[in-house]
């Protein structure tokens, strides 16, 4: 075999492709479930926080920018390894599906808090004075007035977090869960051919490159004016 | 109570385990300064290849960029660490780890850059231009500066972002904290070690994620 023969034999393996393809679908199918179910409560809980850090309480928004700070500062990867091999010991069984779809979730409300209060934080301060003044409660104001402008001030920054997030489904992988690049792996290891991993490449590029550009012209629509 | 201390707060083998997750700690922080000025080195260069007029330039490096932030790190690893040898061409894990790394933070770090280098406006450069400077000076002193402090919060950001990616080199078995905190817990079967490396993680990062988050309020209260 030539060097290009050789090559194609490796990594576009076209009856490897055709035996491991509808693997590689399902993983696709399930990568896209687990993100889905991240970005959902991710994002409300990330919201939630911030709404209750608009509140004002001491004490509260000291443990939610401690837990925020927790969650920012470690690698995902730790927290999925933790939740994994750790919580059963502390009578907590879950599945590696489970362990990542909590540590990723984890992950993004910290994100989205901040980026969230942020947000918050740059409505003009009238715009609360005006609420109130006008009759409306804490809540109706921050939900009328308040949320609806602090979140398109959020819009751009958080899509690229979330992406970002997002792409460490992956990160499932080591404990078992047979996304994409689990799927990958043990196709990789079965077929003795290293196929299934072009076409878990090729998954990824089809799930992540429209997501990419698209977080590109996100971030130009909806950039904050300077 | 006692099961969860046994189980996340065992003493005995918190001791056990510290040298190893120290050997563990210098290895991570070993990446790091690997990776971090790498990462940041090519995306420089990449972001101001881009900045040329030629769109013979500009689009491969966008489409290049956006490959490798498209593709999870952890499967561009893979494929380097298990892919790469049925090619006949072995990295070993270290290897693997700093080209995957060096593609992946590099491709983040020029998109970074790209945007800093856009905030500065033309004027700038056609007014060092035209006051003699050459282009070189003209990036170095007029339009680097500015571009790096435009972005600067997003800069450190990634920066925290590369450290705590260097937790995925574990999969491939290079020896950083992650990996000998898991082979401490295989050992011990417990889970203990991992904690501590967590812990490791929390107080390595902490002053790193509030020295952002003063940033990032600045840079908001800037735009008002």
């Known amino acids: ?226 | 109570m006692n099961n969860f201390i046994e189980a996340f707060l065992n003493v005995e083998i918190a001791v056990a385990a510290s040298p190893i997750l120290w050997m563990g700690l210098v290895q991570t922080v070993l990446l790091a300064l690997m990776t971090v000025p790498l990462g940041m080195i090519a995306g420089l260069i990449l972001a101001v290849l881009s900045a040329q007029e030629s769109r013979w330039v500009r689009w491969p490096l966008i489409g290049f960029v956006d490959f490798f932030r498209a593709i999870p790190p952890l499967v561009l690893l893979i494929f380097l660490y298990a892919g790469l040898p049925f090619a006949g061409l072995d990295l070993g894990a270290w290897g693997a780890v700093a080209l995957g790394f060096l593609l992946n933070t590099g491709a983040y770090y020029a998109e970074i850059l790209r945007a800093g280098i856009e905030s500065v406006p033309k004027g700038q450069s056609e007014a060092a231009r035209a006051l003699g400077l050459r282009r070189w000076q003209v990036w170095i002193f007029i339009v680097l500066p500015q571009a790096v402090r435009n972005v600067l919060p997003d800069l450190v950001s990634n920066t925290l972002e590369v450290v705590k990616l260097t937790s995925i080199a574990s999969v491939v078995a290079v020896p950083e904290l992650l990996f000998q905190a898991r082979q401490a817990q295989s050992v011990t079967y417990n889970a203990t070690p991992i904690l501590m490396a967590a812990l490791a993680y929390f107080i390595l990062l902490w002053p790193c994620v509030r020295l952002l988050s003063r940033l990032e309020n600045r840079q908001i209260a800037g735009r008002r």
């Open chain 1, 1 to 226: 075999m030539t060097g290009w023969d050789g090559f194609v034999f490796s990594f576009f393996n076209a009856r490897v492709a055709a035996d491991y393809a509808p693997k590689i679908v399902e993983g696709l199918l399930l990568t896209i479930w687990l993100a889905l179910l991240v970005v959902l409560s991710g994002l409300a809980l990330g919201l939630v926080l911030a709404v209750v850090r608009a509140a004002g309480i001491r004490v509260l928004n000291w443990a939610i920018i401690f837990t925020v700070d927790v969650f920012r500062a470690l690698p995902p990867l730790v927290l999925i390894v933790l939740i994994y091999f750790g919580l059963p010991a502390a009578g907590l069984d879950l599945s590696g599906f489970g362990a990542t779809w909590l540590a990723l979730t984890l992950v993004l409300m910290a994100f989205a808090e901040e980026i969230f209060w942020a947000g918050i934080c740059a409505v003009p301060k009238g715009q609360w004075e005006a609420g109130r003044a006008l009759g409306l409660r804490f809540l109706p104001t921050l939900r009328r007035i308040v949320l609806p402008q602090a979140i398109r001030i959020a819009v751009p920054p958080l899509t690229n977090r979330t992406i970002a997030i997002t792409k460490g489904t992956a990160l499932g992988s080591v404990v078992a869960v047979s996304e994409i690049l689990g799927a990958a792996q043990s196709g990789m290891s079965f077929s003795g051919n290293p196929t299934p991993l072009t076409l878990g490449a090729i998954a990824y590029l089809i799930l992540f490159l429209p997501v990419v550009i698209a977080g590109r012209w996100v971030e130009t629509r909806f950039r904050w004016k300077r």
